[in-house]
């Protein structure tokens, strides 16, 4: 007989339960739909967890929600800053505005047209840098000392992650017997906040990561027991574009996730045409990547929620991504 794990981990349901009282007001508390169209190709009935329909199109806000109530009125006065490649950044921005704090988001030279005018209409104040996650982070780092800023991570601070199980606490609620859960991966603040909501009251569950496959740091990171930087990473999912990890997001995956899945950009396009075409929902390619996911693990076995994290993306966006693939 195994023993039981007795160590202590940076995020627990408590934290979760919490979050979902501070910041449920604020959010919306986003449906659970079955689609038809991917229950017959899985098998066995699929569900969608529409956070593209969250406020601000996708579910960032959750955890920005929560990481912004957390700070002192004098770091809301200095102003807050995050590094994006634009839907962390709408959160953040949406949540800075609702505590009439000042926003920075610094963005890649080459982002998503479409969510940097969304960011600009939230009174965000956009900074152009690099191309990389970590050229980002370095400049909201050195912004930070210069200004004093309060910085709102991506995907490690615990507060944010506790805001981002919200997600995990209403799929539960509206699905008891659900038997497994499809996450897409960027640097893992979403699926570590839902496994630790879903499995803490539900260890039957399984949880799924999913990552493209040329832009994979979790999958890496598990592979080699940490977090590992990437060589390279190249993906059209510009959500899931993050070159590493971090422990605290490898801990809690390593502890509740039962695997992680890696999907083709093609797998990724295919979903985000089928789900708008059948369910008629529309997600970014972040958001379609738990579906890719899930159609194609081997494992999959029964009653599953794949959660449509983001939906920022115009039709013609999704066009050009169609015929750059040849699809």
Sequence with gaps: MSSPDTRVYPVTLKDIRAAQSRIGAEIIRTPLIVSDSASGRAGFPVYLKLENLQRTGAFKVRGALNKVASFTPEQRQRGIICASSGNHGLGVAYASSRAGAKCTVVLPEKANPYKVTLLKNLGAQIISHGT??????????ELSRHYGYAQVHPFSDPVLIAGQGTAGLEILEDLPDVEEVYVPIGGGGLISGIAVAIKEQRPAARIYGVEPEHSNAMFEALRHEGPVPLERVETIADGL????????????????????VLVSDRDIVEAMLSLLEHAKVLVEPAGAASLAGLLANSKKRGKAVAVMSGGNITLRQMEELRQARGI
């Design 132 to 141: 990389t996650s970590d050229e980002r982070q370095m400049k909201v780092d």
């Design 241 to 260: 574009a993050a070159r590493i990890t971090e422990q605290v997001n490898y801990s809690l995956v390593r502890r509740y996730v039962e695997d992680v």
